[in-house]
């Protein structure tokens, strides 16, 4: 499956932003989704996930601020981020996996985007 991510770009403290992710190449609604980011310096971390019937998972540190959904019609996951902080600047990644589960291993995703950047300014 190819992923095509945006909707990154600057944004003040506690301003909010939303990415989309759309995919090709799949029954999108067979998928598990997922956004991960990786800050500078920093390793790829776990942000957000969606399986196939729609249940989520959050890291703990974006837990109250951010929103995962799914349009399987459009074949497009969404990242509604909302009360930004300068902590959450980074690059965001989205990625699929087979399994349709929603999962924070990133082994367990096949397929990644191209990535979008997200920073946010104090």
């Known amino acids: 499956v190819q992923l095509q991510a945006s909707g990154g770009g600057l944004v003040q403290a506690g301003g909010s932003l939303r990415l989309s992710c759309a995919a090709s190449?799949?029954?999108?609604?067979?998928?598990?989704m997922a956004w991960f980011r990786q800050a500078p310096g920093k390793e790829r971390e776990f942000v957000s996930a969606i399986n196939r019937p729609g249940g989520k998972a959050y890291d703990d540190h974006v837990r109250d601020r951010f929103t995962i959904s799914r349009d399987n019609a459009k074949g497009t996951v969404y990242l509604q981020m909302n009360s930004l902080k300068p902590e959450d600047t980074a690059v965001y990644y989205c990625?699929?996996?087979?399994?349709?589960?929603?999962?924070?291993?990133?082994?367990?995703?096949?397929?990644w985007g191209q990535g979008t950047l997200v920073t946010v300014s104090s």
């Open positions: 190449g799949r029954t999108f609604s067979n998928l598990g």
């Open positions: 990625a699929a996996n087979p399994f349709g589960t929603a999962t924070f291993e990133q082994n367990d995703y096949n397929s």
